[in-house]
């Protein structure tokens, strides 16, 4: 994935002095790279029974609809609070400074129905934690959660005990 990374910008002091900030822009508009990150994502899940595919707002956006598509399921939009118009369901979650809350629809996932996760990055995996724990309130079981990138050091798959973590680009530093 070597090929995949070197698309991937690399802008330093931001969003803060001390953050190297990955940006996937420059990865997406490549479209053999795009293309590539797209079909290996599908790849790793193809043979799976997925039901429905979460994607986090707002960069999961870009690559779990995709994933449904490829995969046969439904998407499901996991948004910032009083972003969705019927009733839902919702979380909030530790940030390093403070907390956050996500939702999602009451109805969008169903007792039982199989779901990826997906977002763009791993970091530290609260988002990511905050999202199954959400899937596993309406009844479904989380198959899964594909990233683009993970950020090995900050450990995020520790949050996702028992979930197949996949991660097509990954940095160590």
Known sequence: MNNLKKLIREVPDYPKPGILFYDLTTLLKDKQGFH?????????????????????????????PVLAYQLGAGFVPIRKPKKLP???ASVSYALEYGTD???????????????????????TGGTAAATAKLIQQLGGTVEGAAFA???TFLNGRSKLNGVDVFALIQYDK
């Open 36 to 64: 590539t990150l797209i079909e290996r994502l599908c790849e790793h899940y193809q043979g799976h029974t997925v039901d429905v595919v979460a994607g986090i707002e707002a960069r999961g956006f870009i690559f779990a």
């Open 86 to 88: 019927a009733e839902t």
């Open 101 to 123: 809350t996500l939702e999602i629809h009451e109805d969008a996932v169903k007792p039982g129905q199989r779901v990826i996760i997906c977002d763009d990055l791993l970091a």
């Open 149 to 151: 990138v993970e950020l």
